[in-house]
């Protein structure tokens, strides 16, 4: 097999597992706890051994049941060896993040949160990125600054006064 067909075999292997783990948290709320983390660490199993892709599954998996505390070391590994593809770098350092705000490391998760605003550029996972900074923000007693944040980006999304509540979430930084 050349190595083009074994990289092309492994970009639709990772393609598929991710379809379908995307699918199983769309049914999450069909399963009990311990058969949903036992199907994801399933699929997780079909990719490579240290994928970091399955990394992320397994820690999204068990950070959807509320287990934080097993999760941010999970989403940690899976950054530290890069190669999530897609959406998923992005969502690891959202979801590690807000974990770390859960299990009492707020700073760790905000300094992570602030980095990524400010290299990661503009996506469909903007909003998502400073609601989270937002949480971590009220966690820190600045919740003038996380209000800000949230009526800003909320302000995009309105059907009409867009720009009174993108100036007046702005305005919350300057009283």
Not at 91 to 113: F, P, T
Request: charged share 30%; with cysteine; proline share 2%.
């Amino acid at each position: 097999m050349t190595a083009d067909l074994k990289t092309d075999l492994q970009t639709d292997l990772k393609t598929d597992v991710n379809r379908r783990v995307a699918a199983l948290f769309a049914a999450i709320d069909d399963y009990e706890e311990a058969a949903f983390i036992a199907e994801a660490d399933a699929l997780a199993a079909e990719l490579p051994e240290g994928d970091a892709d399955a990394i992320f599954h397994r820690a999204c998996a068990r950070d959807s049941w509320g287990h934080s505390d097993l999760a941010v070391p999970m989403y940690a590994r899976a950054l530290e060896i890069g190669g999530l593809t897609g959406e998923n770098r992005r969502r690891a350092v959202i979801q590690m993040s807000s974990s770390l705000r859960n299990i009492g490391r707020v700073e760790d998760g905000l300094a992570h949160l602030l980095k990524e605003k400010e290299t990661g550029g503009r996506d469909h996972l903007s909003d998502a990125l400073d609601c989270t900074i937002a949480l971590c923000l009220a966690a820190l007693g600045r919740e003038r600054e996380g209000l800000s944040l949230v009526l800003v980006a909320l302000a995009e999304h309105l059907p009409r006064y867009n720009r009174s509540m993108a100036n007046y979430g702005r305005l919350l930084l300057e009283g």
